[in-house]
Protein backbone atom coordinates (compact mmCIF):
# COMPACT_ATOMS: atom_id res chain seq x y z
CA UNK A 1 0.00 0.00 0.00
CA UNK A 2 1.10 3.61 -0.66
CA UNK A 3 2.14 6.09 2.34
CA UNK A 4 0.39 8.68 1.46
CA UNK A 5 1.06 12.58 2.66
CA UNK A 6 -2.10 15.03 3.70
CA UNK A 7 -1.09 18.77 3.86
CA UNK A 8 -3.28 21.88 4.65
CA UNK A 9 -3.86 23.97 1.84
CA UNK A 10 -4.97 27.25 3.48
CA UNK A 11 -7.93 27.05 6.12
CA UNK A 12 -10.46 25.42 3.95
CA UNK A 13 -8.38 22.85 2.29
CA UNK A 14 -6.75 19.41 2.64
CA UNK A 15 -4.52 17.68 -0.38
CA UNK A 16 -3.84 13.92 -0.24
CA UNK A 17 -0.57 13.16 -2.27
CA UNK A 18 0.57 9.75 -3.37
CA UNK A 19 3.90 10.20 -4.80
CA UNK A 20 5.04 10.15 -8.32
CA UNK A 21 4.44 6.80 -9.64
CA UNK A 22 1.21 7.02 -11.92
CA UNK A 23 -0.83 4.24 -12.15
CA UNK A 24 -4.30 3.00 -12.81
CA UNK A 25 -5.02 1.51 -10.14
CA UNK A 26 -3.74 4.65 -7.62
CA UNK A 27 -6.22 6.35 -10.11
CA UNK A 28 -9.12 3.83 -9.21
CA UNK A 29 -8.54 4.21 -5.65
CA UNK A 30 -8.58 8.09 -5.77
CA UNK A 31 -11.58 8.07 -8.03
CA UNK A 32 -13.17 5.93 -4.95
CA UNK A 33 -12.70 8.37 -2.97
CA UNK A 34 -13.64 10.98 -4.18
CA UNK A 35 -17.09 9.55 -4.86
CA UNK A 36 -17.08 9.20 -0.87
CA UNK A 37 -15.26 12.00 -0.03
CA UNK A 38 -18.37 14.14 -1.91
CA UNK A 39 -21.29 13.11 1.13
CA UNK A 40 -19.26 14.05 3.97
CA UNK A 41 -20.97 17.03 6.11
CA UNK A 42 -19.21 20.44 5.79
CA UNK A 43 -17.13 19.15 2.44
CA UNK A 44 -17.69 21.51 -0.38
CA UNK A 45 -16.15 20.05 -3.58
CA UNK A 46 -13.54 17.52 -3.72
CA UNK A 47 -10.97 17.77 -7.23
CA UNK A 48 -9.13 14.26 -8.23
CA UNK A 49 -5.43 14.79 -9.79
CA UNK A 50 -2.73 12.52 -10.73
CA UNK A 51 -1.84 10.75 -7.99
CA UNK A 52 -3.51 13.34 -5.43
CA UNK A 53 -7.03 14.85 -4.57
CA UNK A 54 -7.64 17.78 -2.89
CA UNK A 55 -10.87 17.95 -0.40
CA UNK A 56 -12.45 21.52 -0.04
CA UNK A 57 -14.38 22.24 3.42
CA UNK A 58 -15.91 24.37 5.56
CA UNK A 59 -13.36 25.43 8.05
CA UNK A 60 -15.79 26.92 10.43
CA UNK A 61 -17.83 23.60 10.81
CA UNK A 62 -15.29 21.02 10.01
CA UNK A 63 -11.98 20.02 11.81
CA UNK A 64 -8.97 19.97 9.45
CA UNK A 65 -7.36 17.19 12.09
CA UNK A 66 -10.11 14.74 11.98
CA UNK A 67 -10.62 15.50 8.31
CA UNK A 68 -7.01 14.34 7.88
CA UNK A 69 -7.79 11.12 9.71
CA UNK A 70 -10.56 10.54 8.18
CA UNK A 71 -8.90 10.62 4.64
CA UNK A 72 -5.92 8.15 5.50
CA UNK A 73 -8.16 5.61 6.96
CA UNK A 74 -10.34 5.98 3.79
CA UNK A 75 -7.13 5.77 1.88
CA UNK A 76 -6.13 2.33 3.74
CA UNK A 77 -9.81 0.71 3.63
CA UNK A 78 -10.66 -1.47 0.94
CA UNK A 79 -11.47 0.56 -1.96
CA UNK A 80 -14.36 0.44 -3.85
CA UNK A 81 -14.46 2.09 -7.27
CA UNK A 82 -18.65 2.67 -8.54
CA UNK A 83 -17.34 4.91 -11.33
CA UNK A 84 -18.27 3.36 -14.82
CA UNK A 85 -16.45 5.21 -17.79
CA UNK A 86 -18.00 5.54 -20.91
CA UNK A 87 -16.13 4.42 -24.45
CA UNK A 88 -15.55 7.57 -26.75
CA UNK A 89 -14.03 7.70 -29.94
CA UNK A 90 -12.31 10.48 -30.86
CA UNK A 91 -11.05 11.02 -34.74
CA UNK A 92 -7.76 12.44 -35.30
CA UNK A 93 -6.08 14.07 -38.83
CA UNK A 94 -2.26 13.00 -38.24
CA UNK A 95 0.37 14.76 -39.60
CA UNK A 96 0.79 18.16 -41.92
CA UNK A 97 -0.30 21.16 -40.55
CA UNK A 98 -2.51 19.35 -37.87
CA UNK A 99 0.28 17.54 -36.88
CA UNK A 100 3.57 19.45 -37.18
CA UNK A 101 5.50 17.53 -34.73
CA UNK A 102 4.56 13.99 -36.05
CA UNK A 103 8.47 14.17 -37.95
CA UNK A 104 9.94 15.00 -34.81
CA UNK A 105 8.24 11.98 -32.87
CA UNK A 106 9.00 9.95 -35.14
CA UNK A 107 12.87 10.94 -35.03
CA UNK A 108 12.84 10.61 -31.35
CA UNK A 109 11.55 7.17 -31.16
CA UNK A 110 13.14 5.55 -34.13
CA UNK A 111 9.87 4.76 -35.53
CA UNK A 112 8.44 5.52 -39.17
CA UNK A 113 5.77 8.24 -38.95
CA UNK A 114 3.28 5.81 -39.96
CA UNK A 115 4.18 3.67 -37.32
CA UNK A 116 3.79 5.94 -34.61
CA UNK A 117 -0.07 7.16 -35.75
CA UNK A 118 -0.35 3.11 -35.73
CA UNK A 119 0.67 2.95 -32.03
CA UNK A 120 -1.13 5.65 -31.03
CA UNK A 121 -3.98 4.54 -32.29
CA UNK A 122 -3.84 0.96 -31.33
CA UNK A 123 -3.64 1.74 -27.63
CA UNK A 124 -6.53 2.08 -24.97
CA UNK A 125 -6.42 5.32 -22.87
CA UNK A 126 -8.03 5.92 -19.44
CA UNK A 127 -8.48 9.27 -18.63
CA UNK A 128 -6.52 9.80 -15.41
CA UNK A 129 -8.09 13.32 -14.55
CA UNK A 130 -8.93 16.89 -16.18
CA UNK A 131 -6.35 19.58 -15.77
CA UNK A 132 -4.32 22.39 -16.94
CA UNK A 133 -7.63 24.21 -18.79
CA UNK A 134 -11.58 23.08 -18.50
CA UNK A 135 -12.03 19.37 -20.36
CA UNK A 136 -7.85 18.98 -20.98
CA UNK A 137 -7.94 14.98 -20.64
CA UNK A 138 -4.58 13.96 -19.72
CA UNK A 139 -4.80 9.85 -20.50
CA UNK A 140 -2.80 7.05 -19.30
CA UNK A 141 -2.01 4.08 -21.77
CA UNK A 142 0.58 5.53 -24.25
CA UNK A 143 2.73 2.92 -25.49
CA UNK A 144 5.87 2.95 -23.86
CA UNK A 145 7.82 3.50 -27.39
CA UNK A 146 6.34 6.69 -28.10
CA UNK A 147 7.47 8.64 -24.66
CA UNK A 148 8.88 11.83 -26.25
CA UNK A 149 9.75 14.70 -23.87
CA UNK A 150 7.97 18.23 -24.38
CA UNK A 151 9.21 20.71 -26.68
CA UNK A 152 12.09 22.71 -25.76
CA UNK A 153 10.21 26.00 -26.61
CA UNK A 154 6.50 25.89 -26.21
CA UNK A 155 4.45 27.54 -28.54
CA UNK A 156 2.25 30.58 -27.79
CA UNK A 157 -0.32 29.40 -29.26
CA UNK A 158 -1.80 25.59 -29.55
CA UNK A 159 -5.05 25.33 -31.83
CA UNK A 160 -8.00 23.88 -30.16
CA UNK A 161 -8.32 20.07 -30.37
CA UNK A 162 -4.27 19.65 -31.21
CA UNK A 163 -3.49 16.14 -30.10
CA UNK A 164 -0.13 16.10 -28.19
CA UNK A 165 2.47 13.50 -26.27
CA UNK A 166 3.97 15.09 -23.44
CA UNK A 167 6.28 12.79 -22.09
CA UNK A 168 4.55 9.33 -20.99
CA UNK A 169 0.98 10.52 -21.84
CA UNK A 170 -0.99 11.72 -24.61
CA UNK A 171 -4.01 14.61 -24.20
CA UNK A 172 -5.79 17.12 -26.35
CA UNK A 173 -5.83 20.53 -25.99
CA UNK A 174 -9.60 21.98 -25.81
CA UNK A 175 -8.88 25.48 -26.68
CA UNK A 176 -6.15 27.40 -28.00
CA UNK A 177 -3.60 28.26 -25.49
CA UNK A 178 0.28 27.84 -25.17
CA UNK A 179 1.66 24.67 -24.80
CA UNK A 180 5.07 22.30 -24.83
CA UNK A 181 3.55 19.06 -25.88
CA UNK A 182 4.45 17.37 -29.11
CA UNK A 183 1.18 18.21 -31.65
CA UNK A 184 1.01 15.12 -34.00
CA UNK A 185 -2.61 15.80 -34.65
CA UNK A 186 -5.60 17.57 -34.00
CA UNK A 187 -9.54 16.42 -33.63
CA UNK A 188 -12.69 18.49 -34.35
CA UNK A 189 -14.33 16.94 -31.23
CA UNK A 190 -15.47 19.44 -28.59
CA UNK A 191 -14.28 18.65 -25.37
CA UNK A 192 -15.59 21.85 -23.74
CA UNK A 193 -19.12 23.23 -24.08
CA UNK A 194 -19.95 25.70 -20.86
CA UNK A 195 -23.36 26.17 -22.55
CA UNK A 196 -23.49 22.08 -21.85
CA UNK A 197 -25.53 20.54 -18.93
CA UNK A 198 -21.92 18.16 -18.66
CA UNK A 199 -19.41 20.76 -19.63
CA UNK A 200 -16.80 18.86 -19.88
CA UNK A 201 -16.97 15.57 -22.73
CA UNK A 202 -14.44 13.66 -20.94
CA UNK A 203 -14.84 12.13 -17.39
CA UNK A 204 -12.23 10.77 -15.35
CA UNK A 205 -12.69 6.74 -15.85
CA UNK A 206 -13.89 7.54 -19.37
CA UNK A 207 -12.00 4.74 -22.36
CA UNK A 208 -11.07 6.72 -24.99
CA UNK A 209 -10.19 5.35 -28.47
CA UNK A 210 -8.42 7.66 -31.24
CA UNK A 211 -9.33 6.45 -34.89
CA UNK A 212 -7.00 7.92 -38.11
CA UNK A 213 -9.66 10.18 -40.00
CA UNK A 214 -6.47 11.49 -42.60
CA UNK A 215 -2.82 11.04 -42.12
CA UNK A 216 -0.24 13.49 -44.14
CA UNK A 217 3.29 12.57 -44.41
Known amino acids: MIQVVIQT ?63 RLLWDAPAVNKLSGRDIE ?29 RHTAADYIVYFIGFQPGFPYLGGLDPQLNTPRRAEPRLVVPAGSVGIGGS ?29 LPTLLQPGDRVHFTAREVLL
Open 9 to 71: LGEGALTLNAGTNVSLQCQQRIWAMAQQVRLWPCVYDVVPGMNNMTVLFDPLNADAGLLTEQL
Open 90 to 118: IPVNYGGDSGPDLESVARHTGLPPMEVVK
Open 169 to 197: QTGIYPAASPGGWQLIGRSDVRLFDPDSD
